[in-house]
């Protein structure tokens, strides 16, 4: 059989439309076509287990002032202390609270009290269960905003309190420079909460 003669008869297919694309020069590899404002993944870890750290040395340095009986702070007009906060408290609940429970027990509440600043402080800073200390010091950090709110002061006086808390609840921070990335347990390896 010399061949088949309807398979001879069929044309070629005509080639591809040509697209439009840019000279050779102006081409761009596929890595580097990425929106300039997408960060680097590391960056980004790095970025958060700084802010991390930034907020776990803030409450250590609360419990550690505590300890070592530094209950005030006046510079110029501004006076910090709880005593003040309490007597100005106009909320009922609050006040009550403060003066007739914390202020009159104010020296094993302030030991409980570092030491619960002392120990967030401590787990942010090592990056250790890392989203559940930020949601302990985010429930420290509304205490704080209702008692400033209580007391007649803008409520958003000292966000620091509260805002890095709420973030790094939600963000499993501790895997970039902290131990929870390094725990065997592959549930902290993964991010998976409260790690």
């Not at 590391?42 to 530094?70: D, Y």
């Amino acid at each position: 059989m010399p061949g088949n003669p309807v398979i001879k008869n069929i044309p070629p297919s005509p080639p591809p439309p040509a697209t439009a694309s840019p000279p050779a020069a102006q081409q761009t590899p596929a890595a580097q076509q990425t929106p300039a404002a997408t960060p680097d993944a590391t960056r980004l870890g790095r970025g958060l287990a700084a802010f991390r750290i930034f907020t776990g040395v803030i409450l250590l340095a609360n419990g550690l002032a505590k300890f070592l009986g530094i209950a005030q702070i006046k510079i110029g007009p501004y006076n910090a202390n709880l005593e003040s906060e309490g007597k100005k408290a106009e909320l009922p609940l609050v006040g009550r609270f403060i003066n007739n429970v914390l202020l009159p027990n104010v020296g094993a509440l302030g030991w409980l009290i570092a030491v619960f600043e002392v120990g967030v402080g401590l787990l942010l800073v090592l990056g250790l269960i890392s989203r559940g200390a930020a949601l302990l010091a985010l429930f420290h950090g509304l205490g704080l905003a209702v008692l400033y709110f209580s007391s007649d002061r803008w409520l958003f006086e000292q966000p620091f309190d509260y805002v890095p808390a709420a973030i790094l609840a939600l963000v499993p921070s501790g895997l970039v420079w902290g131990l929870d990335g390094r725990l065997p347990l592959e549930r902290a390896r993964q991010g998976r909460w409260p790690f």
